[in-house]
């Protein structure tokens, strides 16, 4: 798979679809040899679009769940309510569930941690595992995915941003940030 290229320029060029469906066979991969059922939940927003198209494409019963990290971050005193309107849905029983999480971009663990809090309000899960489209190092908690499409690592100012076109196509915008910014993805 050549997922990952350096263009011309010196930048940095990622084909997501390419990661999507290397992800896709990692999820499925996990979902066979993993307890049943295992529910899939995306973290807002890139996380839960990811997870809506494995849970259609897979062929998994009912609907994949959503988190949001909003009311959990270390950084919500800064952020507030309007970093996200995203709001936790999860069409499911947390107690005692073998969930699946999915993210875009794995990055400082940070919103991952906040994540588990927001699951944990909702009940204990039995297990809950992680997989990620791109993990590009850098974390600052002990956080791991047991399944990345691609581990990239990348300068801290820089970051990934998932995108979706109208046909749910998946593309990444590369970011570019100064220091005085917040810290990225």
């Known amino acids: 798979m050549n997922a990952a290229m350096p263009t011309p320029a010196g930048t940095l060029a990622l084909d997501a679809e390419a990661l999507?469906?290397?992800?896709?066979?990692?999820?499925?991969?996990?979902?066979?040899?993993?307890?049943?059922?295992?529910?899939l939940v995306g973290v807002a927003s890139g996380g839960a679009?990811?997870?809506?198209?494995?849970?259609?494409?897979?062929?998994?019963?009912?609907?994949?769940?959503?988190?949001?990290s909003t009311l959990h971050r270390d950084d919500y005193a800064q952020r507030g309510l309007s970093a996200s309107s995203a709001?936790?849905?999860?069409?499911?029983?947390?107690?005692?569930?073998?969930?699946l999480l999915i993210?875009?971009?794995?990055?400082?663990?940070?919103?991952?941690?906040?994540?588990l809090n927001e699951l944990f309000d909702h009940?204990?899960?039995a297990s809950v595992?992680?997989?990620?489209?791109?993990?590009?190092?850098?974390?600052?908690?002990?956080?791991?995915?047991?399944?990345?499409a691609v581990r990239?690592?990348?300068p801290a100012q820089q970051s990934f941003e998932l995108t979706r076109d109208e046909q749910g196509r998946?593309?990444?915008?590369?970011?570019?940030?100064?220091?005085?910014?917040?810290?990225?993805?």
């Open 103 to 115: 993210d875009d971009v794995l990055y400082t663990g940070r919103t991952l941690r906040a994540v």
């Open 87 to 99: 709001q936790t849905r999860l069409p499911f029983d947390v107690e005692g569930a073998h969930i």
């Open 129 to 148: 595992r992680l997989a990620v489209l791109v993990d590009r190092g850098g974390r600052e908690l002990p956080v791991a995915a047991d399944v990345a």
């Open 152 to 154: 990239l690592p990348l």
């Open 170 to 185: 998946f593309g990444f915008q590369l970011l570019q940030r100064t220091p005085a910014q917040e810290t990225p993805r």
């Open 20 to 39: 999507y469906a290397e992800l896709r066979r990692a999820v499925q991969a996990l979902l066979a040899a993993g307890p049943q059922p295992t529910h």
């Open 49 to 68: 679009w990811l997870a809506q198209r494995l849970q259609r494409e897979l062929g998994l019963p009912g609907e994949a769940g959503v988190v949001a």
């Open 123 to 125: 009940g204990r899960p």
